[in-house]
């Protein structure tokens, strides 16, 4: 005998209260059993329309960020930038989307030849505590969706000076969760290098060519998907194997989505 159940659903465009992992909720799926998903982390507009998608920027566009320090090889105690999730516990999660950096004044001195970057995973704590030689500013994420009432409690802290900022050692919980290597030299102004996280695409990085010498392009970091739940936190370690003379001063555009 066949039994039929009936599904019942509510139209609603902003995302609804969270249910806790053990709700039980009526699905769909077809005849052989596959669930029918609508896959809101793939294209980026659902995740616009429910007012899960926030954008971080420095604060006046055209104006760069002061010159950051230079650094030649990877040090754990040398983040420029951190991203941390403060939803309360049972909040949602944090999904990194792309972290774009564009060059205002090129990096100085030496034969550069990429970028390098690593990404740590580990336990949030306060960055004034977390960043013992402080020379960041911090910046709050914007919902991207003038309708809808949700608030990040994300938030984004970056180099902002020439000296360099010193955190702490990561904990013994931490984790290197990331690492890219971007073709691009000391960079033109007017580049953009583009950490993409989750990317499917390999995004292949194009050789020199006399016209790339001069004029501005995107270079693309493909990194793992990042899902950082409350009281987790990002940090990024940038580097430039010999460079000399000076920083990158830049302009920056982070987004992500929480839900």
């Known amino acids: 005998m066949a039994f039929l159940q009936q599904i019942q659903s509510m139209a609603q465009l902003l995302l609804p209260a969270k249910a806790p992992d053990t709700t039980v909720t009526n699905t769909r799926s077809d005849g052989y059993g ?3 998903v609508n896959t809101y982390l793939n294209k980026k507009q ?37 991203f941390q999730n403060n939803n309360a516990p049972g909040g949602p999660n944090a999904y990194i989307d792309y972290l774009k950096i564009i060059v205002s004044a090129a990096l100085g001195g030496g034969t550069v030849t ?3 970057f690593a990404v740590i995973r580990d336990v949030a704590t306060p960055l004034s505590v977390q960043i013992t030689t402080a020379h960041f500013t911090t910046a709050t994420p914007v919902n991207v969706n003038g309708g809808s009432s ?18 702490v ?14 073709s691009g030299g000391v960079g033109l102004v007017g580049d953009e290098v583009v950490l993409d996280f989750g990317a499917t695409d390999p995004s292949p990085i194009q050789g020199l060519t006399a016209a790339r010498a001069a004029i501005p392009a ?3 970091g493909v990194l793992p998907p990042m899902s950082i739940p409350p009281g987790q936190q990002i940090m990024i370690v ?15 555009e982070l987004t992500h989505i929480e839900r």
């Open 218 to 220: 995107r270079s693309v």
């Open 114 to 116: 990429n970028w390098n």
């Open 34 to 36: 596959g669930l029918a």
């Open 46 to 82: 659902a995740v616009a329309a429910e007012g899960t998608y926030f954008v971080t920027t420095n604060p006046t566009p055209g104006t760069a960020i002061s010159a950051g320090p230079v650094v030649t090889s990877y040090a754990n105690t040398a983040g420029w930038f951190w």
């Open 169 to 182: 050692a990561p904990s013994a919980s931490s984790a290197i969760v990331g690492r890219a290597s971007i």
């Open 150 to 167: 949700l608030a990040s409690k994300c938030i984004f802290g970056y180099q902002n000076a020439s000296a360099a900022s010193v955190n």
């Open 238 to 252: 940038p580097w430039w194997p010999t460079a000399t003379t000076s920083g990158l001063s830049y302009e920056f």
